[in-house]
């Protein structure tokens, strides 16, 4: 693996200093990152099916195509963080993320039709699930590798911390600014009126 650790730079023979907890550079971009995978969750779903009126199941595969490229390409991504080192799979990662953003912004520009605008969306979300797949990857790599073997635990557990604490801002953040109109009278009328 190509990643290095502190202190050992230009002298071969030195022993490792490794840092006493991630570093929190790594665990902050590795957040960011994944806030980026869960802010669209809950809005691409909304615009496939109400605003391009597809169904449920397209619906379900724009979805799960990200994490489809995703699995498809860790492969790809273990074999970019030996040859390559973490930092650089974490950066090519997060290059192809803000790719897959961008499409997803093409895909909402008036005047494109409903086909092509699912396509680009599509487009988005491969980008995304090679990102995805790079970064994370990535950022895990190289934060076991600031920290070494015996502190590898720790090292993952802050990663998990960071990935599932994004998730869940992320879909919340949605929530939290648009209007619950729908979702609130829905449940006011299945309380108001017992189905027994």
Known sequence: ??????????????????????AL?????LFCGYLAVGLPLPV????VHEKLG????IVGLVIGIQFLAAVL????????????????????GAGFCALGGLLYMIAALPGISSGVSLGVIVAGRLAA???ESQFVT????WSIASVGPQRAGMSMS???????AALAIGALAYFNTTPMVAPAGSLRRSLASPSY
Do not use: E
């Open 54 to 57: 597809f169904s449920n199941l």
């Open 44 to 47: 691409i779903p909304l615009f």
């Open 1 to 22: 693996m190509s990643t290095k650790t502190i202190g050992t730079v230009g002298q071969a023979n030195a022993t490792p200093t490794y840092l006493a907890r991630p």
């Open 158 to 164: 802050w990663t998990g911390i960071a990935m599932f």
């Open 25 to 29: 550079a790594v665990i902050s971009a």
């Open 73 to 92: 390409t860790r492969g790809y991504a273990g074999r970019v963080t030996d040859q390559q080192g973490g930092r650089r799979a974490a950066l090519q």
């Open 138 to 141: 990535g950022c895990v790599s």
């Open 129 to 131: 699930g090679l990102g």
